[in-house]
């Protein structure tokens, strides 16, 4: 397979441990391109962790930032894989304009067995297990709306970028 017969970039969204960087680096591997992680492209640029980012200036001013690379994406690269951060649909409504967005759609119960204490420590949203369960919830619609198409993220690797594939080639 090679990226060279497919120009758009594909964007990964979901929930904070659907496996946005894990299938997107794969995925890249498969399509012989380069995946852009924005939470690290962000923590690399201002040199700070997420966490203290959200601990010095806040949510608000981690999610202008995520604004602010959302336009760069958008005149900046193409065939590429890009993986956003869990809250990105939130605020970053042209998604669409950076390349085919897919919703990896993860159960719940799932993200929770595969977030280890180290995983969950890098992020500010999910300290309360609750909290980010009503997060989730209310995330979902927002998703759904932001994303091209909605993939089931409970199955395999191979499986989901399969999906991918074949759906970005469908895509004009
Ligand atoms: C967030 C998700 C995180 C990171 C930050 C906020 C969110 O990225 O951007 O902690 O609001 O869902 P991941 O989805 O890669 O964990």
Avoid at 77 to 103: D, E, R, W, Y
Wanted: aromatic share 10%.
């Amino acid at each position: 397979m090679d990226f060279g017969f497919y120009c758009n970039n594909i964007v990964l969204i979901g929930f904070m441990g659907s496996g946005k960087t894990y299938i997107g680096s794969h995925l890249a591997q498969e399509l012989h391109c380069f995946l852009l992680d924005c939470d690290t492209l962000i923590e690399q640029t201002y040199n700070s962790s997420i966490t203290d980012i959200f601990k010095h200036y806040g949510e608000k001013h981690f999610r202008n930032l995520e604004l602010k690379l959302q336009q760069w994406l958008i005149g900046n690269i193409k065939s590429s894989v890009i993986a956003t951060g869990g809250g990105m649909p939130l605020l970053c409504h042209s998604l669409k304009n950076i390349g085919t967005v897919f919703f990896l759609d993860v159960d719940f119960e799932i993200i929770k067995q595969r977030l280890n204490a180290a995983q969950t420590a890098k992020r500010p949203l999910l300290s309360d297990i609750n909290k980010a369960y009503t997060l989730y919830n209310y995330r979902k619609p927002i998703y759904i709306k932001a994303a091209h198409h909605i993939i089931n993220a409970n199955q395999t690797r191979d499986q989901i970028i399969n999906e991918i594939t074949t759906l970005s080639r469908s895509t004009p």
